[in-house]
């Protein structure tokens, strides 16, 4: 398992980020707790989870469990120390039993109404909870889930500051954010002497988004530029597998994770990326996983979140996929 530097920090994490989201919900805590021990076994240390992970699974859960998982994982094996952990706070669902009221499936665009935010005190208490289901004294990375716009960013990076200066949190980083909302934040952090981020979390695949999507969680044109000239800050790529649909034709046609790459860009691109994976023998899934791994400008650290051990099991030979020169300029190029 090799390592990168998480921004400029020195702090060397893994290159392949472990995502923890289902653990403890639609994981269940036994094969849960076989890939973290594989994982670390196998020289990975960047665990991620945030405190909302997961109440969506079912109407029994509220969040919170992953973390508490983790903590049960920590103080069963002792090695807390051997991760680099990250989590995070602000997209916390407000008024779950209005969200799932009389349905078989949460309300999404009503839960996305309805997140708790990043006021200082909401930030300040969900710091301290975290850290009490995780069972740790300090967070390594501790992200802002979504960008609040109702609450000012300087009260958000105050309240950040002071979490950072307590020992609670050591880094922080931001997540579904738009460029524009990012200089900003830097620019305060800069002027005030205030913690900037280091890590940017931001859907990220392959494929290149549809022309005309508005949506800030996925990265676009500009932040990829934005992020080649701020190298202080890395990008780490959740959903980089689109929930595993590159491998099953049949899969992709309808699945809401295609909706936002759909057109003839990404047919041009799927062609490439079966046409390469034949030749290598691997399957697309873990080509596009070898294929993020190998960008450096800007670099990525892709985030996998496996649900059950033959799917992490499945994701590791991309760690050994070597391209030609002549295979990775396809790939690079391919497109409409």
Same mark, same amino acid.
């Given at each position: 398992?090799?390592t990168?530097?998480?921004?400029r920090?020195?702090?060397?994490?893994?290159?392949?980020?472990?995502?923890?989201?289902?653990?403890?919900?639609?994981?269940?805590?036994a094969?849960?707790?076989?890939?973290?021990?594989?994982?670390?076994?196998?020289?990975?240390n960047?665990?991620?989870?945030a405190?909302?992970?997961a109440?969506?699974?079912?109407?029994?859960?509220?969040?919170?469990?992953s973390?508490? $998982?983790?903590?049960?994982?920590? =103080? +069963?094996s002792?090695?807390?120390?051997?991760?680099?952990?990250?989590?995070k706070?602000?997209?916390?669902?407000?008024?779950?039993?209005?969200?799932w009221?009389?349905?078989?499936?949460?309300?999404?665009d009503?839960?996305?109404?309805?997140?708790?935010?990043?006021?200082? #005190?909401? $930030?300040?208490?969900?710091?301290? #909870?975290?850290?009490?289901?995780? !069972?740790?004294?300090?967070?390594?990375?501790?992200?802002?889930?979504?960008?609040?716009?109702?609450?000012?960013?300087?009260?958000?990076?105050?309240?950040?500051?002071?979490?950072? %200066?307590?020992?609670?949190? +050591?880094?922080?980083?931001?997540s579904?954010?738009?460029?524009?909302?990012?200089?900003?934040?830097?620019?305060?952090?800069?002027?005030?002497?205030?913690?900037?981020?280091?890590?940017?979390?931001?859907?990220?695949?392959?494929? %290149? %988004?549809?022309?005309?999507l508005v949506?800030?969680?996925?990265?676009?044109?500009?932040?990829?530029?934005?992020? !080649?000239?701020?190298? #202080?800050?890395? $990008?780490?790529?959740?959903?980089?597998i689109l929930?595993?649909?590159?491998?099953?034709? =049949?899969?992709?046609?309808?699945?809401?994770?295609?909706?936002?790459?759909?057109g003839?860009?990404?047919?041009?691109?799927?062609?490439?990326?079966?046409e390469?994976?034949?030749?290598?023998?691997?399957?697309?899934?873990?080509?596009?996983?070898?294929?993020?791994?190998?960008?450096?400008?800007?670099?990525?650290?892709p985030?996998?979140?496996?649900?059950?051990?033959?799917?992490?099991?499945?994701?590791l030979?991309?760690?050994?996929v070597?391209?030609?020169?002549?295979?990775?300029?396809?790939?690079?190029?391919?497109?409409?």
């Amino acid at each position: 398992m090799r390592t990168v530097e998480l921004g400029r920090t020195g702090e060397q994490v893994s290159h392949l980020a472990l995502g923890c989201m289902l653990m403890g919900t639609a994981t269940d805590e036994a094969s849960s707790f076989t890939m973290l021990d594989r994982y670390v076994d196998a020289g990975g240390n960047f665990l991620d989870t945030a405190n909302c992970y997961a109440w969506w699974p079912g109407r029994q859960y509220t969040g919170g469990e992953s973390e508490s $998982l983790l903590g049960r994982w920590f =103080a +069963r094996s002792g090695r807390r120390d051997e991760v680099f952990l990250a989590t995070k706070g602000s997209a916390w669902v407000l008024n779950q039993d209005q969200v799932w009221a009389g349905r078989d499936e949460p309300d999404w665009d009503l839960a996305r109404a309805n997140f708790e935010g990043a006021g200082a #005190d909401t $930030l300040r208490r969900a710091v301290d #909870d975290s850290l009490r289901r995780l !069972r740790t004294d300090h967070i390594d990375l501790y992200y802002v889930h979504v960008d609040d716009r109702s609450t000012p960013l300087e009260e958000t990076l105050a309240a950040l500051d002071e979490i950072v %200066r307590s020992g609670k949190v +050591r880094y922080i980083g931001w997540s579904n954010v738009r460029t524009w909302r990012l200089e900003r934040i830097r620019q305060l952090c800069a002027s005030s002497g205030w913690p900037a981020p280091v890590a940017l979390q931001q859907q990220h695949t392959y494929l %290149r %988004r549809r022309p005309g999507l508005v949506n800030a969680s996925i990265v676009d044109d500009e932040q990829v530029d934005y992020l !080649r000239e701020h190298d #202080d800050l890395t $990008l780490v790529a959740y959903s980089p597998i689109l929930k595993g649909v590159y491998d099953d034709p =049949a899969k992709r046609r309808g699945h809401y994770a295609m909706a936002p790459y759909e057109g003839p860009d990404a047919e041009a691109r799927l062609a490439v990326l079966t046409e390469v994976a034949g030749e290598l023998g691997v399957t697309p899934n873990q080509l596009v996983l070898a294929w993020l791994l190998l960008q450096e400008s800007p670099r990525i650290i892709p985030l996998i979140g496996p649900r059950t051990v033959e799917q992490y099991e499945a994701a590791l030979p991309a760690l050994d996929v070597k391209l030609t020169d002549d295979q990775l300029r396809r790939l690079d190029t391919a497109g409409a």
